[in-house]
Structures are given as structure tokens and as C-alpha cells.
């Protein structure tokens, strides 16, 4: 149990191009999503946190309208980089916690999407 | 707030042996604390999770310590396999509310 999946695994796009990143949670309900952002041999960086039905809550730091996310269901989150540039290109990664059987702090991670910008 | 490490610490160790993978939390109001292994090229996975009224709490080969006096935390892993290669990373929850806080990560690598 607790599988999330990403789609696509990598993307290249031209710089200027939105890539759209989905995050969907399989086999629970997930009423909180996290998007995270990871550079080589770094750590994951918290880009931001969605709750189902309401508006992304973004880390300082993060541009709300670069990285456009949308939590519309309790089983798919959307994470839409915008007007990409190069220096956007890097592993983005969600995460998802579910109800109620999961214990609540737990995050279950998908496989990640990594993305090149040209 | 997050964890950067551009140099990460590397364990080396041979196949069969233990392993011990330590982390230094920083908030001492933290109440759950979880390991993850990322394989290169993927996303985090579960390992094991421990609750701040626990010393300690053990799985499937892996045993996970808790010292809360100097906050520190850690990961044991018996007769450690190949596929046990990889970077854990601890991470802590608590005073953050929804958020996890994640440690810079080490560098697992079994040798044969």
C-alpha cells in the first residue's frame, strides 16, 4: 500500500515552454500533497504543500506563479512549471500523506520527474 | 528550515557487516521522526519511523535509535546487502505542522 506514481519520469522542453508534472496517490486517499525539489547530491528542498481543494501553500523563496499547483482531487496533485527556463531544470519530486489508517506525519514519495530545460 | 549538503557523508562497508547511519536532528520540539533510502534516480522510500516516546523501534533488518537528550538519531542495518546502497535521510516532524524537515543525507555503499 501507499504508492504514488509521477508522470512523466523526464521531460525536456525548450526554454519559454509550461511543463506540467502529475502526482497521483494509487492506493489511498491523499489529503495533502507536497512538492519538493532536489539538486545532485543535495537534499530535498520543501517547494510547497497542497491541500485538497484549496489553495498551495509555497515556501519562501518559491514564486507562486513560476510553479502553479493544483490538488483537485484526493488522488491527483499537478505541479506546472511555467515559462521554463534552464535554470529550472532539476528532480521534482511529490509526496503524499493519506487517511486515516496511515499515521498522520508519514510521506509517501512517487519516483520523481526530472526535467531538463534547453 | 531545509538541509543543503554538497559534500555528503559516505559509509562505506562490507556486504555481511552492520551498518550504522547517524543524524542530528535540530528541534527539540520534533515528535516523529522517519528514514528514507533513495536509490539514485528515484523518489525517497520508507524505511522505518520512530515516535519521541520511543528509544527505539525495530524492522525488518533495521533497528532505529532515538536519544532525544542530544537529539540525535539513528539508523542500524544488519548484514548489509548490495542493494542496501543508497543515501538515507533522516527526517523530523513536530513543531513544523504538516512538513517534514530532512536531514543533508549519507551515502550507503556495501561493498562486495
Known amino acids: 500500500g501507499a504508492v504514488v506514481s509521477q508522470h512523466p519520469s523526464w521531460v525536456i522542453c525548450k526554454s519559454g515552454t509550461s511543463v506540467k508534472i502529475e502526482c497521483r496517490s494509487l492506493?489511498?486517499?491523499?489529503?495533502?500533497m507536497f512538492w519538493y525539489r532536489q539538486f545532485p547530491k543535495q537534499s530535498l528542498m520543501l517547494m510547497a504543500t497542497?491541500?485538497?481543494?484549496?489553495?498551495?501553500?509555497?515556501e519562501q523563496g518559491v514564486e507562486k506563479d513560476k510553479f502553479l499547483i493544483n490538488h483537485a482531487s484526493l488522488t491527483l496533485s499537478t505541479l506546472t512549471v511555467t515559462s521554463a527556463h534552464p535554470e529550472d531544470s532539476s528532480f521534482y519530486i511529490c509526496?503524499?500523506?493519506?487517511?486515516?489508517?496511515?499515521?498522520?506525519?508519514?510521506?509517501?514519495f512517487g519516483p520523481g520527474t526530472r526535467l531538463l530545460v534547453l | 528550515g531545509e538541509s543543503v549538503g554538497l559534500h555528503l557523508p559516505t559509509l562505506s562497508v562490507q556486504e555481511g557487516d552492520n551498518s550504522i547511519i547517524n543524524c542530528a536532528y535540530s528541534?527539540?520540539?520534533?515528535?516523529?521522526f522517519i528514514w528514507y533510502k533513495q536509490e539514485s534516480g528515484k523518489g525517497p522510500q520508507f524505511i522505518i519511523d520512530?515516535?519521541?516516546?520511543?528509544d527505539k523501534r525495530q524492522g525488518q533488518r533495521v533497528t532505529v535509535l532515538l536519544n532525544k537528550t542530544v537529539k540525535h538519531l539513528s539508523l542500524q542495518i544488519a548484514a548489509t546487502q548490495p542493494g542496501d546502497s543508497a543515501v538515507y535521510f533522516c527526517?523530523?516532524?513536530?513543531?513544523?505542522?504538516?512538513?517534514?524537515?530532512f536531514g543533508a543525507g549519507t551515502i550507503l555503499r556495501v561493498k562486495s
Open positions: 492506493d489511498f486517499q491523499a489529503t495533502t
Open positions: 520512530i515516535r519521541s516516546n520511543m
Open positions: 527526517a523530523e516532524s513536530g513543531e513544523y505542522g504538516n512538513k517534514l524537515v
Open positions: 509526496s503524499a500523506r493519506g487517511v486515516p489508517h496511515f499515521i498522520q506525519e508519514t510521506q509517501y
Open positions: 528541534n527539540s520540539a520534533s515528535d516523529y
Open positions: 497542497s491541500n485538497e481543494g484549496s489553495k498551495a501553500t509555497y
